[in-house]
């Protein structure tokens, strides 16, 4: 459970920007079946990408994307009802089958997720941060590191809150000094 806390903020920011294309992509014409559009990646050795699958295996990066599939069907299927509410019946059908008929197709993200790992590090580099996070620091890391991510953001959190007090107090002090009240 906690390695999937891990990706729980990545997760959340990888999929809210997929679905919210779909709305976007929901309102044009469908355009003829392409091939995934990718950044250009360096090719990277075979090694490299082994390596780099195996830092998010251990690091159960499919959690971070598994539910992508459905979720982007769902958010389809809600922009479509809202175009189209005399449909909504069918849509609401037809969403599983579509859902089914792209079922699996959430693994071309760990896929590009390899290559962008073996287009950022070297092999060696990849191979040494198998080895580390086999290591018992580095299973440590990898089960604490959520957590010390969760309390570092809710302490951001709390010092921007504060701190907002002290910069609204800074603001009404100067506008005092120019005699308005705010």
Known sequence: ?????????????????????????????????????????????????????????????????????????????????????????????VAPIVAQQLNGRQNEIGEGMAQIYASEFTEQELKDLVTFYKSPLGKKLIEAEPRAIGLSMAFMNSWAQNFSETVMGAFRAEMRKRGKEI
């Open 1 to 93: 459970m906690k390695n999937v806390l891990k990706f729980l903020p990545a997760a959340t920011l990888a999929v809210g920007l997929a679905l919210s294309a779909a709305p976007a992509m929901a309102q044009q014409p469908a355009p003829a079946p392409k091939a995934a559009a990718a950044p250009a990646q360096p090719k990277s050795s075979p090694a490299a990408i082994a390596a780099a699958k195996e830092i998010l295996q251990i690091k159960n990066a499919t959690a971070m994307y598994q539910g992508a599939v459905p979720g982007v069907v769902e958010k389809t299927k809600i922009a479509l009802i809202q175009q189209n509410l005399n449909y909504q019946k069918d849509l609401n059908e």
